[in-house]
């Protein structure tokens, strides 16, 4: 635009040109490139001005004022080119190619870098500030220049403004032209630097606040800021009113004002972006490190507030200082002032010396606290498994992860790192099911508290639940821990005290009390708030799951769920409900009951209607009960007698209802008195009958002492084994073969039976093969027997058979009692359980019948 | 109609030889029997499967339990051991009221079984009762193999030859054609 205007001016006027007029053209403005030479050369010496002015002035006249401006900016551009660049980045020659890593290394470059940072800058400063001055005066020459001719009109502000911005403008294209590629590098180590100095001084102030253990960056530090910092400290302890924030503010001061200095120096450069990703990159890394610090491997306490806490005292101090310091520039304001955060409306208020934090500020805080939250996050993702190993104990940082994640949202970040650390350290061959189990528990509570919907949850638990379905012993585990918390199986690896089933009933309760409370409260008010109190579901939620199933995290439900089929469980647990009958010796069946009022209650609350009422009505009919191991047993005379004798009268006072004993169950209590001791037992029947018949004689071959019993060989020699390991009996083999065993009178061994020795009661633990009810497994045999049969008559008949139609045809004809309802691919590893026994063969994916 | 249904279920549950009255009509009994034959199949096939017979054996074909295939093997100490005959046996809703028509389905060389396998015996015939099920039926056909009636022959040439044991084996053997599947 102005090029054009100005040439279209020269040639108008060149028709009317002289001689003369062309010699004083000539001859002012070779003075003027004199002038102009000599006063930017002149390092101060502002002599030549009058000169210039004149020069200019002849010029202008001649309409040439528009080449009077380009040369002097040319000539400018030159010289700055010459003394300012080029001298600045001379400073910087010697960290050339050094990487940021070496000078972190090097600890002599320091200081070093700050010094020679602010010696440059102060150098290319003055430079730019004279260059300022000789520019002001063309434009004072200018101007005069129009104040003299008539046509006053030309503003002389917008003369000066257009000039200068100019000149901005000239400045940083030069210095990005020569920018060398470390020079970032630089600037962000010096941010780096003078941060962690200013850090170590506010730290040693928070960490009074804070009580906290002193941060790794202290130690870094040299002796001298050790000192400062600890004296610090000692004021931040003894009392945290203003006068002491504002003695540790000014105690900062010098070395924020010189950082701003920095700041300043740089953005008139035009280094404006550049500063702010240095000390921008900088903070963050700061509060990186600062975060990784604070949050440790102990789970067992919340940092949020720490890191909040820390973000308010260091960094947000610092750019506070900063920004009051460069007086609030407009930079902030230019990038986005329409953006402004909701969360703006209510910051903290905790800023020392300023009543109302600005805007940039608050967006500062924002922007750090996310990244603190973000790295958090990551943090506890990544060691979430661990997190819920501990998870009672691990409950604080659980709910700063939740803070976290309400922050960022970044849930299904969670998910998926939580299921690969799943399947890898959990969902492996060695881990117990108990164990697995425990922590599926655990992760439903974990995950409960982080996210009450339960859409996570749902995600999580399916691959642990997929595993588990594929475990045998997964039924058994399962009502183990939900009957009987603490004791009966050994194997079980959690902590004594209540049933995970008491667990659940007691958050049931509660819940469903606030459940009643609502309900009694229903007027507008109350009603008014439940509606604030709705939440959406998280975005993640799959709409096709109803949203209505996830208002309450049902965990009998996700439990039972892992099993199946409801009627597994209760057949599990029908079957340790009667062995734990049979195995009491008093009538007390309280925490039974209980039980099996819980699991009712439960499985109404919940989603999974489990056929419960069965076992209600297991005590009283034989129908209910699991097939039971019927084992002939010849008890003693007198014990006999008083059964009988009992029976009778129970006939007789219950006509016509009789009582047959089943009497190689239930428990036997027994105290047994030798010479030198006594001894007390609980037992089983069949215990109780052999030793019973050693007190008529002391010892018995095994043949005869199992027909005294009325019991097989095998049986006996099983079952006596109880007796020889509490060494009561010892065995012995005579020279026709047959086993003896003689009743220990007197302590043979006495290092042996200490342990027993004395009144000590023990409960047989009841090895396998020794239960009274046929369990799960025997059932599960017994239903595989069936097929095995059906498949062998189907076989007979039709030669040869594919899976599909083995499995097509038990689905059809077998069902009956026990209904045919496995799949596929337990039939497929269920036939060749059966080739491997040699029952049948395999030939091209035919079965039939091995002859 | 009510009348009829509750004839119908006592008619069901006491599935005895003598249990129809020969007054009353049959037809309805026939329409609402299916069910009941199902089941009774059904359990047939049950304690066939669990009742470990040895050398018979028989299962329902496909889809339709009114089919089955029925397996019997020749017994020991006769002319007939160490052959196989399978059998196909048809239900039909009369069932267990009817006999099930049953056939040889290889070759039997046996007094009472003609050519095309059909199968002289009383017991499937007028001498039929609900009592009987498909395993008496198999058993009584595995001990016809080595009791023929040779009074009533299908095959007049095996009730010639039945008295010398040595060549029927040998007959046997010759014409024995072991079941395909």
Known sequence: MEVSTSSAFNLGILDTLTDDSIQEISGSYDGFCAATEALLNGAGDLSVGSEFVAHVHALCKHGLDSLVRDHFLRALEETFQRNGAFKFWRHFDPYRGSSELQLKNSNIGEDEVQEVLCKALEEISTEKQYQEKCLLMLVHALQSFKDNSSDGSHNSHSERVHLFSKYQLLVSSVLMASLPRHFPEVLHWYFKESLEQLSTIMAGEFDGDYDDDESEIQDKDDMALDERSKGSYGAGKMEIDESSIQGRFSENNKLVKNIGKVVRDLRNLGFTSMTEDAYASAIFLLLKAKVHDLAGDDYRSSVLESIKGWIQAVPLQFLHALLAYLGESTSYEDVSSGLKSPLASHPSSFYPGSETPSEGLVRWQLRLEYFAYETLQDLRIAKLFEIIVDYPDSLPVIEDLKQCLEYTGQHSKLVESFITALRYRLLTAG??????????????????????????????????RDYLRGRKDTIKCIVTMLTDGSGGNSNISGNTGDSLLEELNRDEESQENTGLDDDFNTDDKQAWINAIRWEPDPVEADPLKGS??????????????????????????????????LNKSDYDIDTELRTLELLKAGSELGDTALPMDILDATILSSNFWPPIQDESLVIPQPVDQLLSDYAKRFNEIKTPRKLLWKKNLGAVKLELQFEDREMQFTVAPVHAAIIMKFQDEASWTSKNLATAIGVPVDVLNRRINFWISKGVLAESIREDNNHVFTLMEGMVDSSKNVGNSGNCEELVADDEGEKSVASVEDQLRKEMTVYEKFIMGMLTNFGNMALDRIHNTLKMFCVADPSYDKSLQQLQSFLSGLVAEEKLELRDGMYSLKK | MAAVNGYAETNNTTAGPNAAPAKQPLPPAKTVDSQSVL???????????????????????????????????????????????????????????????????????????????????????????????????????????????????????????????????????????????
């Open chain 1, 548 to 581: 209505r199933n996830r208002r309450k995290v049902d965990i009998l439900g996700m439990i039972v769920g892992i099993i199946g089929s409801k009627d597994q469980l209760v057949n599990e647990y029908r079957v340790m409900l009667a062995e734990k009958l």
């Open chain 1, 431 to 464: 881990a117990s099911t108990n164990d697995i189990l425990h922590q599926y528990v655990s992760t439903i509570k974990a995950l409960k508290t982080m996210d009450p919907a339960g859409v996570f949850l749902e995600a999580v638990g399916e691959p642990i």
């Open chain 2, 39 to 181: 089941k009774r199949l059904q359990s047939e096939l049950m304690a066939l499967m669990m009742g470990g017979d040895s050398g018979i054996s028989a299962f329902p074909e496909g889809d339709n339990i009114f089919c089955w295939k029925g397996t019997i093997i020749g017994s020991k100490d006769t002319v007939f051991e160490g052959t196989e005959y399978r059998l196909s046996l048809s239900f039909s809703n009369d069932y267990p009221f009817k006999p099930p028509k049953v056939k040889f389905e290889n070759v039997c060389f046996h007094p009472n079984v003609d050519l095309h396998g059909n199968i002289c015996l009383d017991i499937l015939q007028d001498k039929w009762s609900s009592a009987y099920d498909v395993r008496t039926i198999l058993l009584s056909i595995q001990s016809l193999l080595g009791e023929p009636n040779i009074s009533s022959p299908l095959n007049s040439q095996a009730a010639q030859l039945w008295s010398n044991q040595e060549d029927y084996r040998k007959m046997v053997e010759k014409l024995y054609k072991p079941p395909t599947a």
